[in-house]
């Protein structure tokens, strides 16, 4: 995977094709989103083919695997996501940095 570390001036990370990449590795995954549509629990995450992603996604917090959640399976976005969790942007961003180094640390 390519290096995530591409920051602004201002020190905040871009968002760059890679978070694409970590969503098509999950929803590339034969019957994910059927599972979690079908369940609305965390036994999608057997179904992702990657170990690596697996084991990745098994480390993350409740709040992470929402949003991963909201944002691949449920099409909503981060405002919607934000407002259900009671959670700041700067609470967001913090989760998806988190995120980040989680899935960096295994790939």
Known sequence: MANYNNYREDGRVWFDD???EI???II??????FIYLKKRDRSWIYKIGD???KYAL??????QLRLIE???FE????????RELNLSITDVRIQIREMRKTLIAVM
């Open 18 to 20: 890679q978070i694409c």
């Open 58 to 63: 098994l480390q993350m917090s409740d709040i």
């Open 75 to 82: 099409n909503k976005n981060v405002a919607d996501i934000r």
């Open 70 to 72: 909201g944002l691949i």
């Open 51 to 53: 170990d690596d992603m």
């Open 23 to 25: 969503a098509d590795l």
């Open 28 to 33: 590339g995954s034969q019957g994910v989103h």
